[in-house]
C-alpha cells in the first residue's frame, strides 16, 4: 500500500483521516495496525475493500497493490474537487457510473483474496438470518462452482459406500471417537462427498446403545445427495453463471493488473450472465426453485458445520441450525471468523476483533487466531489499540498517529527499542502486569482535530523531543535497522523508498 | 498499607442483590437473576479496593448498592463502625453462620441463641447499616460516598457548563454562599489538571479524558472519602489512562481518599489497588492483597483470568490457561459452585456443594473445594507450597 489518502467532506471542513499512509503485508505475515481512537486505523482497513462510506467519504489519491493488481486504480477519473471560497469546505463533483465501475472490480477481491472480520460481531450478522444461512451464502458465492463440482461427482450408489456404511456401524460400536470420526471420513470418501462424512459422524457422534437404529437416518442421508434429472439439470446451468462469475473477476483483475479498461470481454459476459439468468428463470419459480436447490441447501449446511469445527465450537450443529441472537458475543466472534475464512482468502483483515469480548474470551479468539494462521498460511491484518494482543500474535508492527504512520518495525524489535516519542510514550503508558510498581508515564494533551492537523510532524504538539524543524515539514520515513523505518527528525538514516 | 492500620470505612456483609424476572400470566414473577449473591469485603480509609470479574458477574452491581443507588434484596453496608462494635459485629456472623441466610446453608443448623443474634444484628444496623438510615441521615451521607461513571460522554449533562456541574453538589448541600462555590470549582479543576477557563465551557468541547477529568472533580467536590470508581478508564485511549490513574493516585495520597476500583482490566487493577476481589457470577471467588494475588493466586478463575492477559512483551512466553465455554447466565447458576462448568480442576464435589469462603493465608480468602481450609502455620507452608492446579492443555 502506498501513499493512501483517505478524506472525509463534512461541512466543518475536509477531515483528512488518512494523510499518505505507506506499508506492506507479506504473504502469511501478521501485521498488527496499533494507534490511538481516531488515528485511521478503521479507516485504512475499510480503504482497502473499499469500503468507505462515500459520500462523504473519498479515497484521494494512493495504490493499493494486491498480486500486482492497483485496487485504486481510475480513482482520479472518478470525481473532482473545487473549494468553496470564503469557507474551508471543499464540493465534491463525483461521476457515480465511474464509482459504481470502481465498486464493481472489487468483487474480484473481495472475499476471496481480502476477507474481513468486523469489530462489533453482533451488529455484523444479519438478525433474520440462521448462522447456517449466513455462511452458506458466502460459501456459494466463493466457492459456488466448487460445491456444485463436488455435488455433481458424488457416487452415492456406488458399492465402496455400502462397505464403508458396515465399517461406520463398526465403529460405533467401539464407541471410540477418533474410529468414528475416521470411519465417517471414510464413509465420505467412499460417496466422493466429503460433507456426507460429516454427516454421518454427527448421526453417530453421540454413543448409542444400538447403532443399527441410526442406520435408516444415515440411510435417508445418503438417499438426498441422489439427484433427481431436474436437479441435476439445474446444478448444470447454476455452474454455468457461476463460472462467468468468475471469468468476470479474472477481467476484474487484468483491468487492474495492467491499468486499462477491457470493455469488450466485460461487456459479453455480462450479457451472457443476464441471458443464462433469464434462462434459469423458470426454475426460480414459487415452488420449483426450493426443490431445485435443496442439493445445494444441504450441502452448504454439512460445509458450514465444517468451517465452525474448524473454530473450535463445540456443537456445530445446533450452532449452524441457530439464530445470531442465541450466541454469545465470543460465539459470534467465532461465526465471523468461519465465514471471512471460508472463501480462503489470501488477507484476512481483523478490525478490533477481541475489543467487544472479555479477557478470557479475548485468549481463547487470539488462540484461535493464531492456529487458523499456522493452519491455513492467510496474511492478517491486526487492528487493535491493545498492545497486549500485538505482542502474542503480530510478526510486524505499524504504529499509526493522526492519520500517519509513524514507525514500522518486527515486533520484538519495537518493544525493546521503540525509536519514535510516540510509541515510545505508548509503550510507557500501559500498566503491565509483571512491572505493577513501575510509575506510569502519560502523553501530555490529546489527539488533534484532523480537520486543522498540526504543520510538519502531527505529534510535534505532545513531543517532548520537538525541534523547531518539526513543525514545519513532515519527517520522512528513515531506515534504522533491519526492516525497522521511522518517521521522525531525531534519527537521520537513509530515507526509506518502498 | 496493612488493612489493619487505618479505620474501617465500609464494611460490606452478605450483599445480595436479585433482580425479578417477570413474565407468564398477568407478569408474575418466574424467576431472579441473581446479580450480586452474598459478597462481603471491608473497605479501610485510604485504600484502593479493586473488584475485577468478566461482563455480567455484577461488579456495577455492588458499586450501585454501595452507595445506595439501588436497594439490595439483603445484607448490610456498615459506615464507620467504631472497633468495638465491628468485633461484636464479626462475633455475630460468626456465630450465626451460613445458615442463616436460609438459601445456601448446605444443611447446617442455626445455633440455639440465633434470635437474640439477628436482635442484635438489626439494632446494630439501625445505627450504622446504609440501607436503614432515613432519607435525612443518608443526603448527608451522600457527600461522603461519590461515583465515577464509566462512560463519560453520557455522565455529563450536556445542557450544563463545567462549572454548573461541578458546583451543583455543593448546592445541593448548601455548602457556601456563590463566590465560595465558584472559588472551589476552580480549585477543583485544577486539582484533576483543567485550567479555570474550562469553567465556561460545555462538555461537548472536551475530549474524552477531559470529560473524565471533569467527572472526578464533581465526584470530589464534597469532600468525599470513599469514590466508587466505575471503570472509569474503560472508554479512554491508554495514553490518556495513564494520564487519569496518575491523578487518581495523587488524589488518594493528598486527601486519604478510599476507592472501589472497578474494572474487568487486572493489569490497571494491579497498578492501582491494595486489596482486590475476584467475582464470578455474582459471589466472590477470592480476596487478597494485590501482590498476594497477583503472585500467588489461588482459585483456578483467577488463575486463568491473569494468564489470559496479553502482556506487551514478545520475548515472554507463558503457559496458557484457556477456559473453554463462555459465562453461564445469572438467572440459572449452575448448581454447587458456579465455576465449575469451565473449570479446568472440576472435581465431583464441585458440582454438589458451594464452595465457602475460607481464609487460606492472613487476608487470602479463596471459595474452592480445593483448599479446604487454613494452610499450615507460614514456615510449614513456605516449605511445601501448595500443589500446582492440573492444567488444561
Not at chain 1, 233 to 255: I, T, W
Request: with cysteine; charged share 20%; aromatic share 6%.
Amino acid at each position: 500500500m502506498r501513499n493512501l489518502r483517505t478524506y472525509f467532506f463534512t461541512y466543518d471542513g475536509v477531515v483528512k483521516a488518512l494523510d499518505g499512509v505507506s506499508f506492506n503485508i507479506r504473504r502469511g505475515e501478521t501485521l498488527g495496525l496499533v494507534g490511538e481512537t481516531g488515528c485511521g486505523k478503521s479507516v485504512t482497513a475499510f480503504s482497502i475493500t473499499k469500503l468507505i462510506p462515500d459520500p462523504p467519504g473519498r479515497i484521494m489519491d494512493g495504490t493499493i497493490l494486491f498480486k500486482g493488481a492497483n485496487l485504486l486504480w481510475g480513482l482520479e477519473r472518478e470525481a473532482k474537487f473545487r473549494p468553496v471560497p470564503k469557507t474551508n469546505r471543499v464540493k465534491v463533483i463525483r461521476w457515480y457510473h465511474r464509482i459504481k465501475r470502481g465498486q464493481d472490480r472489487m468483487i474480484a477481491v473481495r472475499g476471496g483474496g481480502i476477507s474481513m472480520i468486523f469489530q462489533e460481531p453482533t451488529s455484523a450478522l444479519n438478525p433474520i438470518f440462521s448462522i447456517e444461512n449466513q455462511i452458506g451464502e458466502a460459501l456459494l458465492l466463493h466457492r459456488g462452482v466448487q460445491i456444485i463440482d463436488g455435488l455433481l461427482g458424488a457416487t452415492p450408489n456406488a458399492p465402496a459406500v455400502r462397505v464403508a456404511r458396515d465399517g461406520l456401524v463398526r465403529a460405533a460400536r467401539t464407541k471410540d471417537p477418533v474410529a468414528i470420526r475416521e470411519a465417517a471420513r471414510a464413509f465420505g470418501a467412499a460417496a466422493n462427498l466429503p460433507s456426507l462424512g460429516t454427516e454421518a459422524y454427527y448421526l453417530f457422534r453421540q454413543p448409542v446403545t444400538d447403532p443399527e437404529s441410526r442406520l435408516s437416518e444415515l440411510d435417508h442421508a445418503v438417499r438426498r445427495t441422489r439427484l433427481t434429472h431436474w436437479q441435476r439439470r439445474y446444478l448444470v446451468r447454476q455452474r454455468r453463471v457461476l463460472e462467468l462469475g468468475r471469468l468476470l473477476k479474472e477481467v476484474y483483475m487484468r483491468e487492474m493488473r495492467e491499468a486499462r479498461s477491457v470493455g469488450g470481454p466485460r461487456r459479453a459476459i455480462t450479457n451472457r450472465r443476464l441471458w443464462e439468468r433469464l434462462k434459469t428463470f423458470y426454475f426460480g419459480l414459487w415452488g420449483v426453485r426450493g426443490r431445485m436447490k435443496k442439493p445445494l441447501t444441504r450441502e452448504t449446511f454439512w460445509q458450514a458445520v465444517q468451517l465452525l469445527e474448524g473454530v473450535s465450537i463445540a456443537n456445530p450443529v445446533q450452532v449452524a441450525r441457530g439464530y445470531p441472537h442465541e450466541l454469545s458475543g465470543g460465539m459470534l466472534q467465532r461465526v465471523m471468523i468461519a465465514m471471512a475464512l471460508s472463501a480462503e482468502p489470501e488477507l484476512l483483515i481483523a478490525d478490533e476483533p477481541t475489543t467487544a469480548l472479555d479477557v478470557t474470551i479475548q485468549a481463547q479468539i487470539l488462540e484461535l487466531m493464531r492456529n487458523l494462521k499456522a493452519r491455513v498460511g492467510t496474511a492478517i491484518l491486526l487492528i487493535t489499540h491493545d498492545l497486549g494482543v500485538i505482542a502474542e500474535v503480530a510478526d510486524r508492527v505499524c504504529v499509526m498517529y493522526a492519520g500517519n504512520v509513524v514507525e514500522i518495525a518486527p515486533v520484538k524489535e519495537l518493544y525493546t527499542r521503540p525509536l519514535h516519542p510516540y510509541t515510545q510514550g505508548l509503550l510507557s503508558s500501559i500498566p503491565r502486569m509483571d512491572e505493577p510498581d513501575k510509575k506510569l508515564e502519560s502523553i501530555p494533551g490529546s489527539v488533534p482535530n484532523l480537520i486543522y492537523p498540526p504543520t510538519g510532524c502531527r505529534f510535534h504538539p505532545r513531543c517532548p523531543h520537538a525541534m523547531p524543524v518539526c513543525k514545519e515539514a513532515r519527517p520522512p520515513m528513515t531506515v534504522e535497522g533491519e526492516g525497522h523505518t521511522v518517521a521522525c527528525y531525531l534519527y537521520n538514516g537513509p530515507v526509506y523508498r518502498g | 498499607m496493612q488493612p489493619g492500620d487505618a479505620p474501617l470505612l465500609l464494611s460490606v456483609r452478605n450483599l445480595r442483590k436479585y433482580f425479578p424476572i417477570r413474565g407468564g400470566l398477568f407478569s408474575s414473577h418466574i424467576g431472579d437473576v441473581r446479580a450480586v449473591d452474598g459478597v462481603s469485603f471491608d473497605v479501610h480509609q485510604g485504600e484502593t479496593v479493586g473488584l475485577v470479574g468478566e461482563s455480567g458477574c455484577g461488579k456495577t452491581t455492588v458499586g450501585r448498592l454501595l452507595l445506595r443507588l439501588i436497594e439490595p434484596s439483603s445484607g448490610h453496608t456498615f459506615y464507620r463502625p467504631p472497633p468495638d462494635v465491628e468485633t461484636r459485629l464479626r462475633a455475630i456472623y460468626e456465630a450465626l453462620g451460613p445458615a442463616h441466610l436460609a438459601l445456601d446453608a448446605n444443611g447446617q443448623k442455626l445455633p440455639p441463641n440465633a434470635d437474640q443474634l439477628l436482635r442484635e444484628l438489626s439494632g446494630i444496623a439501625q445505627k450504622y447499616s446504609l440501607y436503614r438510615m432515613s432519607p435525612r441521615q443518608l443526603q448527608k451521607l451522600r457527600g461522603k460516598l461519590q461515583i465515577v461513571f464509566q462512560d463519560p460522554f453520557s455522565s455529563l449533562s450536556p445542557r450544563m457548563l463545567v462549572r454548573d456541574i461541578v458546583s451543583e453538589p455543593l448546592a445541593i448541600h448548601h455548602m457556601g454562599n456563590a463566590r465560595q462555590r465558584y472559588q472551589r470549582v476552580a480549585e477543583l479543576l485544577q486539582a484533576v489538571g483543567l485550567n479555570p477557563e474550562h469553567l465556561w465551557r460545555f462538555p461537548h468541547e472536551f475530549s474524552g479524558g477531559q470529560r473524565q477529568r471533569i467527572g472526578i472533580a464533581r465526584a470530589l467536590a464534597l469532600r468525599p472519602d470513599f469514590i466508587v470508581l466505575d471503570e472509569p478508564t474503560s472508554a479512554l485511549d491508554v495514553s490518556v489512562q495513564a494520564q487519569i490513574l496518575n491523578i487518581l493516585k495523587k488524589l488518594q495520597a493528598e486527601q486519604d481518599l478510599a476507592y472501589l476500583f472497578i474494572s474487568h482490566h487486572l493489569s490497571v487493577v494491579r497498578s492501582m489497588s491494595h486489596r482486590v476481589v475476584v467475582m464470578y457470577l455474582g459471589k466472590v471467588v477470592e480476596r487478597a492483597p494485590t501482590e498476594e494475588l497477583f503472585n500467588r493466586p489461588m482459585h483456578p478463575y483467577t488463575q486463568a483470568l491473569l494468564a489470559a492477559i496479553p502482556i506487551p512483551d514478545p520475548q515472554l512466553h507463558r503457559e496458557r490457561i484457556l477456559l473453554r465455554g463462555d459465562v453461564p447466565s445469572p438467572a440459572s447458576p449452575p448448581p454447587g459452585c458456579r465455576f465449575h462448568t469451565r473449570c479446568p480442576a472440576v472435581m465431583p464435589v464441585c458440582s454438589k456443594v458451594e464452595p465457602p469462603l475460607v481464609p487460606i493465608r492472613p487476608g487470602h480468602f479463596v471459595a474452592c473445594h480445593l483448599y479446604p481450609g487454613p494452610e499450615m502455620p507460614p514456615s510449614a507452608s513456605e516449605a511445601a507450597p501448595p500443589a500446582p492446579l492440573p492444567v488444561a492443555s
